[in-house]
């Protein structure tokens, strides 16, 4: 093969995943937001609210805004009344917050408004439902505003010394409303 067909081939090819890529990128401000994912949830001894058990979740997952990483922290404890159709235990996710890192730097902050969790002994899993608030980031989420809802499932793989879920891997979705602003111009 020719070396200048090589050349421009691999030019082409450059330019197509980056204008590919920037295409991810340049959505409407306003947007509905999906994202799958998978990982672990542990607990730890940061405590975030008296009478409560903090968590660490940690994954990674892939929607509508590009790859991500979450880092999350937050409070389990006592639900004042079950989820809607939970038979089983229950508890709350009363407080907490975390950083999702995209693949091109950004980062997308949230911060738990509420949420709740129904065990099934039977099939040995937990239904989660908790709900975020967007409130800001970094690079393309700078000025970042609205509101995501996880729905996940988790499943006790090792438990504790006294008997309780120590290490859970977790999946399940990200779904809700993204409002992206212009940052204002400092230019005066």
Same mark, same amino acid.
């Given at each position: 093969?020719?070396?200048?067909?090589?050349?421009?081939?691999? !030019? *082409?090819?450059?330019?197509?995943?980056? %204008?590919? !890529?920037?295409?991810?990128?340049?959505?409407?401000?306003?947007?509905?937001?999906?994202?799958?994912?998978?990982? #672990? @949830?542990?607990? #730890?001894?940061?405590?975030?609210?008296? @009478?409560?058990?903090?968590?660490?979740?940690?994954?990674?997952?892939?929607?509508?805004?590009?790859?991500? #990483?979450?880092?999350?922290?937050?409070?389990?404890?006592?639900?004042?009344?079950?989820?809607?159709?939970?038979?089983?235990? *229950?508890?709350?996710?009363?407080?907490?917050? =975390?950083? *999702? +890192? *995209?693949?091109? =730097?950004?980062?997308?902050?949230?911060?738990?408004?509420?949420?709740?969790?129904? /065990?099934?002994?039977?099939?040995?899993?937990?239904?989660?439902? /908790?709900?975020?608030?967007?409130?800001?980031?970094?690079?393309?989420?700078?000025?970042? +505003?609205?509101?995501?809802?996880?729905?996940?499932?988790?499943?006790? !793989?090792?438990?504790?010394?006294?008997?309780?879920?120590? %290490?859970?891997?977790?999946? =399940?979705?990200?779904? =809700?409303?993204?409002?992206? +602003?212009?940052?204002?111009?400092?230019?005066?």
């Amino acid at each position: 093969m020719n070396p200048r067909t090589v050349t421009r081939t691999f !030019v *082409f090819v450059a330019l197509m995943l980056d %204008l590919g !890529v920037a295409g991810a990128y340049a959505q409407d401000p306003h947007g509905h937001v999906k994202m799958t994912f998978s990982g #672990t @949830n542990m607990a #730890t001894t940061i405590n975030l609210q008296a @009478n409560t058990v903090t968590d660490e979740m940690l994954a990674a997952g892939k929607g509508s805004l590009g790859r991500f #990483t979450l880092r999350e922290l937050h409070a389990d404890g006592v639900a004042p009344q079950p989820p809607a159709g939970c038979t089983g235990p *229950f508890f709350g996710v009363l407080k907490g917050a =975390g950083v *999702f +890192s *995209f693949q091109d =730097g950004s980062l997308l902050i949230v911060t738990l408004k509420d949420g709740s969790g129904c /065990v099934n002994l039977v099939e040995r899993f937990a239904a989660l439902i /908790v709900n975020y608030e967007i409130t800001g980031g970094t690079g393309r989420f700078a000025n970042a +505003s609205g509101e995501l809802t996880m729905t996940a499932t988790q499943t006790a !793989v090792l438990r504790n010394a006294a008997n309780a879920p120590a %290490l859970l891997p977790i999946a =399940g979705e990200f779904e =809700g409303t993204i409002v992206r +602003s212009e940052p204002e111009d400092d230019d005066r």
